[in-house]
Each structure stands twice: as structure tokens, then as C-alpha cells.
């Protein structure tokens, strides 16, 4: 007969380890480390490690002239380039003082939430996929191309754009663009039901997300979090309704607030953003006025000496340029206020106490960009 | 409160704060000493009401080294912009900020890890971005790097 021997049995639960998640974990989305600190499988805290793609774009701009810099702002956020170069384009014109031509705040305007509606298709694509919905993916990237294609079509590019320069554009907008997008509206508002059909609604997904991850408004306040992921929390922090740029202040949208900041309203807070977006573009579409695509600029930009901070609503959140000029062509000293880095502050605190497959879910409903938080 | 009640209020606080010439903000140099002190009650008092600090910045001005601070109020909408100096360039610390507004902690940790300013009491201050042992803070104007940092 055999023995039988009894290994003596330890207590997991008592025990706290460390695991990485990352930096090649496919639910960071990118080269993130969080070093998560474990009792069984609930988190007790963690400890992110950022810098696996961090290129000193901040120590870049201080030798390049102000054209150039949009072309590194692209390269931060690149699911919403166009929102990053308007950023600096904004910058530029309110320290030189240009006023730029109606047609390009309308065609500005219009692209950015374009740009925010393909961000957020891809953040329903990845979200989905990390809460094991793999059908989600192919359904958000199909729909997504059909903006990359109007982008294309007048830009040449698809991804990083660049096509926002000081005082304007760096061409006109294609004829069939009016055309195309209005199109695409049509298309999308039917094909945005199966958003909802596929995984709003079900039930594996709310039960998974609802009440977990909570972020309270002062919280929220607190660590800076903005954003969709601040509204979820009712942090009120539209820089589109508090300081208007482009035509926002001419057009009828709404700042939807959540109350209970969890998971599940994060998630709501983009789809809800998506259908805004819309609304935004179907107002200016066909009321885009004629006229130049850009401002008289000087050849080379110098910016008087001074203090310059401009802000925007990106599609994460809030990002803030800081710039201070001292009469050269290129800045003394250049700052990017990242929404996704201050977003990334408030992870340790919001998944103190979940269970680490929910930390999958927090960190979808964040929606993190690592080469915003790394620049 | 608009700019003026708002500068009133700050230099009956601080009177030793200078006041800072600035077209988009009201700006304000604080004494090191002051910061922590005066940020407490920019943030408790009801008239005032800072709770959201949106810009943490470090600057390099060769004769001093500048954190940069961007403040809002989200009940009433005002802003404000803090400077503290050191001109210490090798050991140089202000005040720790994170326990009031907690998105400094990262902030800062940024700061510290290029720009190379030290902040009293912070509960985690290592390098963020770069590794441990790095030498040098790459932010700095006065920063040489012939490897990593390639010149055009």
C-alpha cells in the first residue's frame, strides 16, 4: 500500500505576493508594468512603472521650431492626434494674436470629434476584448475605418495626421468630405445599436463592471482624473463647455454627468459621448462657411517672450500645453499635461479591495494610452 | 472671485508673495517656506476653494530652478498659478503638495526625475520615467548627453 503523505497546507489568504502585470500584458494596451500587490486574488494595491517608451518629446520641442512640434504632439495621444495638434495650434495663434478664418474653426471642430468618435471605437473594440468579448473587436475596428477613410481621403494620412499647422490647415478639406461624413453619420447611428445589442446589454459584461472600480467626484477632483472617466464620477470637466475653443460655444451639445463613478458609467459615459459627437458634427456640417483654409502666417513664428497655457478636451481628458517663450523661434521650456498620466494616478486608489480579474476591467474603463503618460 | 478680490486675498495670506506680471492668469512667486501652509488653505477655505491642481510643471531658468503650479477651483471657476524657487541646483527641495491635491504624486516624481527637484516628504520619491541610477536630469538646460540624445 501506498503512503499517503500530507503536505502541509499554507494559507494563501494571509500571504502577500507581487505579481507584474505587464509590461507585455495584452490589457495594459501597451508597455505598462503595474507591479500588483496581492492577498489571494484581491489587490491591496500597486505601483505602476512607466518609462518603457518614454522618448523626451518634452526635451524635443526645446530644439524645434513651433511647425515642428505639432508633429510630436501626434505622436503622444495617437488615437487623438488631431485633438493633440490643435492644442498647440491654439497656443500658437493666441500668443501671436491671429485670428483664424471661420472655415477652419468649423472644419477644426468637426474633425476633432470625428477623432473622438474613432478613439472611442477602438476603445469599445479593446474594452470589449478584455472582458473576453473578442466579436467586439472586429465590429468597432470595421467602423472605424470608415473614419480613417475620410481622413485619408483629405489628409493622406490615416493615423498621425499632422494636418493642423499655426493659423490653419495644411489643405483644404476634399471635396466629397461634407458628403462622406454625413454618410458616415447615417451608417454609424444604425450600426452603434449593435454596439449596444452586443455587449451594453448583456449581462455577463454589466454584472462584471457594475459597482466596481468606484471613483468619487472628490476623488475624482483630486488625483486630476478627467475626462469620460471624470464625468463618471460627476467631476464636471468638459473643457469644451468651460473654455470654448473652435466653435464649440456655437453649437448645441450636452456634458453628460455620471453619479456613481464605477466601471459600468465610465463605459456609459463614451458611448453616450459618441452619440454627442454626432450631434456636434450633423449641427456644422453643412454649414461649413467659405473662404481661406488658413491665416497669413510669417515664415518663421516667434513667440513674444512670455507665459502661454492652453487647454483642450482631448479624448481622454483634459490636455494642457505649457509653454514659455523667450522670443526664439523654438520654446525655453515646453510641458504636456497628459490626461492619461493624471488618470493613471488615481489606478492604485480606485482598485484597493477588487478582485485582479476587475483590474482588468478598471483599467479598460481608463482607457489608458501609454505614449501619453511616457511622451 | 475675479482676479483683483483674488490678489487681494492671496498677499493678505502670503505678503511676501510678488506678484507677477501674466496675461492668462494671476501668477504669484510664494516662498518655499509659505507653500505648503498657503496651498492648504487655498484648497479648504469655501471662498476659495482650489481642489483642482491641473498643471504641475518643473522649469529650468539656469539662475533658479521653478515648480510650476496651475490651479482651479471647479465650484468657482477661478484659476490661479503658484511658483516656488530654489536655487539650489544639487539639492534643491520644496514641499511636498500630494497630500493636498493627490494627482502630484506623479507629478512630482516626474519632476524630480527630470528636472531634479526634491520634494520634503513625499511618500514614494524615486525616478518615474527612467531607471535608477540614471545620471543627470535630462530636463535641465545645462544636461549632456552625447548617446542618448541624438543632435540634427
Not at chain 1, 454627442?276 to 491665416?295: T, W
Not at chain 1, 513667440?303 to 522670443?327: H, K, M, N, T, W
Not at chain 2, 514641499?95 to 526625475?113: F, G, K, N, P, S
Request: charged fraction near 25%.
Amino acid at each position: 500500500m501506498k503512503e499517503v503523505i500530507n503536505l502541509p497546507v499554507k494559507n494563501v489568504e494571509e500571504e502577500e505576493y507581487h505579481i507584474n502585470m505587464g509590461p507585455q500584458h495584452p490589457s495594459t494596451h501597451g508597455v505598462l508594468r503595474l507591479v500588483v500587490s496581492l492577498q489571494g486574488e484581491i489587490v491591496k494595491s500597486l505601483k505602476p512603472h512607466c518609462g518603457y517608451i518614454h522618448r523626451g518629446i518634452e526635451k524635443m520641442c526645446e530644439k524645434d521650431t513651433y511647425p515642428q512640434i505639432i508633429h510630436l504632439t501626434d505622436r503622444m495621444d495617437y488615437l487623438s492626434a488631431h485633438i493633440n495638434n490643435h492644442a498647440v495650434c491654439l497656443l500658437v495663434e493666441k500668443a501671436l494674436e491671429v485670428e483664424v478664418p471661420e472655415r477652419v474653426k468649423y472644419i477644426r471642430t468637426i474633425i476633432d470629434e470625428l477623432n473622438r468618435i474613432a478613439s472611442h471605437q477602438l476603445w469599445w473594440c479593446s474594452f470589449g476584448m478584455d472582458m473576453g468579448g473578442l466579436t467586439c473587436y472586429f465590429y468597432g475596428l470595421r467602423d472605424r475605418e470608415k473614419i480613417l477613410d475620410i481622413f485619408e481621403e483629405s489628409f493622406g494620412s490615416r493615423l498621425l495626421h499632422s494636418s493642423y499647422t499655426p493659423g490653419g490647415l495644411m489643405m483644404d478639406i476634399h471635396p466629397d468630405f461634407q458628403k462622406n461624413v454625413k454618410a458616415f453619420i447615417k451608417y454609424f447611428r444604425k450600426k452603434i445599436r449593435d454596439y449596444d445589442d452586443l455587449l451594453t446589454g448583456n449581462m455577463i459584461m454589466q454584472m462584471r463592471t457594475k459597482g466596481v472600480g468606484l471613483l468619487s467626484k472628490e476623488d475624482a477632483i483630486s488625483y486630476g482624473v478627467t475626462g469620460p472617466s471624470g464625468r463618471a464620477s460627476g467631476f464636471s470637466c468638459d473643457v469644451r463647455k468651460h473654455h470654448p475653443y473652435g466653435v464649440y460655444d456655437k453649437v448645441d451639445f450636452r456634458e453628460i454627468l455620471g453619479t456613481k463613478g464605477d466601471t459600468f458609467e465610465r463605459y456609459m459615459m463614451r458611448m453616450n459621448e459618441m452619440h454627442e459627437s454626432m450631434r456636434i458634427i450633423e449641427q456644422l456640417i453643412d454649414n461649413i462657411p467659405a473662404g481661406d483654409y488658413s491665416a497669413k502666417m510669417k515664415a518663421v513664428l516667434k513667440l513674444p517672450a512670455g507665459e502661454y497655457y492652453q487647454r483642450v478636451e482631448a479624448s481622454r481628458g483634459e490636455l494642457g500645453v505649457y509653454c514659455i517663450s523667450d522670443g526664439n523661434k523654438t520654446p525655453y521650456r515646453m510641458k504636456f499635461r497628459s490626461p492619461n498620466f493624471s488618470n493613471l494616478s488615481a489606478l492604485d486608489h480606485i482598485s484597493r479591495g477588487v478582485k485582479i480579474a476587475d483590474l482588468v476591467a478598471i483599467g479598460g474603463s481608463l482607457d489608458y494610452v501609454i505614449p501619453d503618460i511616457d511622451r | 472671485m475675479d482676479n483683483a478680490a483674488l490678489k487681494e486675498r492671496i498677499l493678505g495670506l502670503v505678503p511676501d508673495a510678488e506678484y507677477q506680471e501674466n496675461k492668462q492668469f494671476l501668477t504669484f512667486v510664494i516662498p518655499p517656506a509659505k507653500m505648503h501652509d498657503l496651498s492648504l488653505r487655498l484648497k479648504s477655505e469655501p471662498d476659495m476653494a482650489f481642489d483642482y491642481l491641473f498643471c504641475l510643471s518643473g522649469v529650468d531658468m539656469v539662475k533658479f530652478l521653478e515648480v510650476v503650479y496651475h490651479l482651479e477651483s471647479t465650484t468657482h471657476k477661478h484659476q490661479l498659478v503658484l511658483k516656488v524657487r530654489t536655487d539650489d541646483r544639487i539639492n534643491g527641495a520644496v514641499d511636498t503638495v500630494c497630500d493636498i491635491w493627490r494627482t502630484a504624486e506623479l507629478h512630482e516624481r516626474e519632476v524630480y526625475d527630470l528636472m531634479g527637484i526634491r520634494f520634503n516628504n513625499h511618500p514614494d520619491l524615486r525616478r518615474f520615467f527612467l531607471e535608477e541610477g540614471w545620471i543627470g536630469h535630462p530636463l535641465r538646460k545645462d544636461y549632456v548627453d552625447e548617446v542618448n540624445i541624438v543632435e540634427l
